[in-house]
């Protein structure tokens, strides 16, 4: 073939097919003789996710500047959640703006770019453990409900919700422990048989990829012979942040492909739901793995979050829409960020995300286009960013209601306190001026002012 003529088709591809390939990784002082069949064996993928600073600094070697090292080292310091980053992930951030990359922001913390928390913000702010009948099943809707099945991760993600359960303690948190324990398993079935309108699960953590396989089987098996369980999702941040583990753990994908099929025959949906939230997480090795789901026929849909410096950009979320559909994932949700401690630098205003949803809308297949959602604090669910009854963007107050799933209540969502004005910060800082604010959103809320 005529190398010109193939470089003149590649320009006329178009940006979201264009996936990174090759031996990427070895720009990675630690990874620079490492070949790709080593580079695809999910083991030493997990072997060498990057835990400590320590890790950090034998892996990039002289990549990046000493001061970066220690700007990470304080970061870590001041988290509520561990560290662990997949060496695939490590080879995907551009070390040479290590500062600004995305994905880096998402998983490392450096202690310069932390902001002051918004004084409303709470560990656990979705309320699941009250929301919760057997300890790691959260029963908020109707029909639907959540089983966390585990209580760790392939990575750690900086703006988790479960910030609360997942991962190993840290200066800051104590966790709450879900272990894969059969007979606290076995608890949970027992509740789901009593509750005959449970249709739907979603089974989660912690990460399902993280699941033995024999316990993934056994959860899937278990839940699918439920007569009422009428459809389980099983989610996972994996094809994001290890894809190689599809194509190279086969006891695990196998489990996987069982459960999906056997769901089949019983005329159930068995699907996947993941968590690619930057279109730069996406290689030729996602393109791989995503193809083998697609040829088993397995479902897989992606719930993102929308984070500032990392894809707050109305021209990065149709990217990101549009390189999912290639791989044949459907883009389901993007959620505002929720109320986590220590993560206010990732936290975008309401305002944000109403441009940039407006934005996405329309540029592709309805059904690749992501509802836009904030999980209510205090347990009112996912709600649609524009349905609030109130905002105010002074004050980055909004204000949401539920009718279906807490009826009469209200919820609360603020924008982050750094991108108001100085006074309104003021503002927030006391307490007698910080109730009168909440108050006079409640009051307008109540009547019909949005
Ligand atoms: C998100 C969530 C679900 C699933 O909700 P969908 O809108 O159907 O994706 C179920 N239970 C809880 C507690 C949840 O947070
Ligand atoms: S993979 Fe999911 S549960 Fe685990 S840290 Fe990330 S967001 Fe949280």
């Known amino acids: 073939m005529e190398p010109h003529i193939e470089n003149q088709n590649e320009q006329m591809i178009p940006e ?72 695939y992930v490590m080879s995907l951030i551009d070390w040479d703006n290590p500062y600004e990359d995305p994905l880096r922001r998402q998983f490392l913390p450096l202690a310069s770019q932390l902001k002051p928390d918004h004084p409303e913000l709470h560990l656990d702010t979705l309320h699941e453990q009250a929301d919760s009948p057997v300890p790691g099943f959260t029963h908020r809707y109707p029909d639907k409900a959540l089983l966390l099945a585990l209580d760790i991760c392939p990575v750690y993600c900086r703006y988790c919700t479960r910030s609360y359960g997942v991962g190993f303690d840290t200066d800051e948190v104590e966790k709450v422990k879900f272990s894969q324990d059969v007979a606290r398993y076995q608890k949970i079935f027992e509740y789901i048989k009593s509750q005959p309108q449970l249709e739907d699960i979603v089974l989660s953590g912690g990460d399902a990829y993280m699941l033995r396989s024999e316990r993934l089987r056994y959860l899937g098996e278990n839940l699918l012979a439920i007569p009422h369980v009428r459809r389980i999702r ?26 999906v099929e056997q769901g089949r025959y019983l005329h159930k949906e068995v699907c996947v739901h993941t968590h690619f939230s930057h279109p730069q997480e996406v290689s030729d090795i996602s393109k791989r793995a995503m193809d083998r789901l697609m040829e088993d026929g397995i479902t897989v849909r992606n719930q993102a979050v929308l984070q500032r410096g990392v894809n707050d950009d109305k021209n990065i979320m149709v990217l990101l829409a549009r390189r999912l559909a290639y791989l044949n994932v459907q883009s389901y949700y993007v959620y505002m960020h929720d109320l986590v401690k220590g993560v206010e630098d990732l936290r ?39 349905s609030y009854e109130h905002y105010d963007p002074e004050t980055g107050i909004s204000i949401y209601t539920a009718p279906s799933v807490k009826p009469g209540q209200y919820f609360y969502y603020f924008d982050p306190i750094d991108t108001l004005s100085p006074n309104i910060q003021a503002d927030w800082q006391n307490q007698t001026k910080r109730e009168e604010m909440k108050e006079a959103a409640l009051v307008a809320a109540k009547h019909g002012r949005k």
């Open 16 to 87: 979201h097919r264009r996936l990174r390939s090759g031996e990427f990784w070895q720009v990675i002082p630690a990874y620079q003789s490492v070949d790709e069949k080593t580079f695809l064996d999910y083991k030493w993928q997990l072997k060498h996710s990057i835990t400590s600073v320590k890790k950090l600094l034998e892996t990039l070697k002289d990549l990046v500047p000493a001061d970066f090292y220690k700007d990470v080292e304080k970061g870590f310091h001041h988290v509520p959640m561990a560290v662990r980053i997949s060496p």
């Open 348 to 386: 975008t205003t309401l305002q944000t995300g109403l441009d940039i949803e407006k934005f996405v809308r329309g540029s592709t297949a309805g059904f690749n286009t992501p509802n836009f959602v904030v999980d209510a604090p205090g347990g009112g669910g996912k709600r649609s960013i524009h």
């Open 234 to 259: 099983i989610a996972t941040k994996g094809p994001a942040i290890m894809p190689m583990k599809l194509l190279t753990d086969h006891d695990w994908y196998g489990a996987l492909r069982d459960i």
